[in-house]
T-cell receptor, first 112, second 115 residues
């Protein structure tokens, strides 16, 4: 029979615009969060991380915001480029373990 | 620098056959993870090792799945017997964990198709 896959949320943006990808995490004990990017046919690649003692961290063209009160994480990409098109995953870890649990992912489509 | 190396990249097998997936982590990393990715369930953690010792295997689906890490530079994930529902991309990842987590570096994955 036909399989039903996950319906990943999709964010479609114009090249040059800023993108904001959101993630709700589940475990209030999580204290380490990472954003990963996965291009088609490849493994996830690290983008940026943040620990729970911070609420904002900036990298090159990317910013991660953490709101522990509502267990929400966001990834902001400035001046989005076609090469940014991919699936983006947030992941959480905590309790002094290295065990990363991934969210379902968001597809980012960049229109030229 | 060599990243996490997985083999085979693709495997097609028939139901009932044994499948062995292999992983070489990044040298110096002390944690190794096996994940499975499917359209239905996304990225699922199957098992992870720290200093070659299995720490959490609660994600291993059933007894048909087993994983070993005989030394710091090699790990296997075995499925015996394989079933069509095992079809997925299996990722190995490694990290240096100093006790409070760390960035995972993923391999390119092994795409398994069980007919």
């Amino acid at each position: 029979g036909e399989s039903v896959g996950l319906h990943l949320p999709t964010l479609s943006v114009q090249e040059g615009d800023n993108s904001i990808i959101n993630c709700a995490y589940s475990n209030s004990a999580s204290d380490y969060f990472i954003w990963y990017k996965q291009e088609s046919g490849k493994g996830p690649q690290f983008i940026i991380d943040i620990r729970s003692n911070m609420d904002k961290r900036q990298g090159q063209r990317v910013t991660v915001l953490l709101n522990k009160t509502v267990k929400h994480l966001s990834l902001q990409i400035a001046a989005t480029q076609p090469g940014d098109s991919a699936v983006y995953f947030c992941a959480e870890a905590g309790g002094n373990t290295g065990k990363l649990i991934f969210g379902q992912g968001t597809t980012l489509q960049v229109k030229p | 620098d060599a990243g996490v190396i997985q083999s085979p990249r693709h495997e097609v097998t028939e139901m009932g056959q044994e499948v062995t997936l292999r992983c070489k982590p990044i040298s110096g990393h002390n944690s190794l993870f096996w994940y499975r990715q499917t359209m239905m369930r996304g990225l699922e953690l199957l098992i992870y090792f720290n200093n070659n010792v299995p720490i959490d295997d609660s994600g291993m689906p059933e007894d048909r799945f087993s994983a070993k890490m005989p030394n710091a530079s090699f790990s296997t994930l075995k499925i015996q017997p394989s079933e069509p529902r095992d079809s997925a991309v299996y990722f190995c990842a490694s990290s240096f964990d100093s006790g409070d987590g760390g960035e995972l570096f993923f391999g390119e994955g092994s795409r398994l198709t069980v007919l």
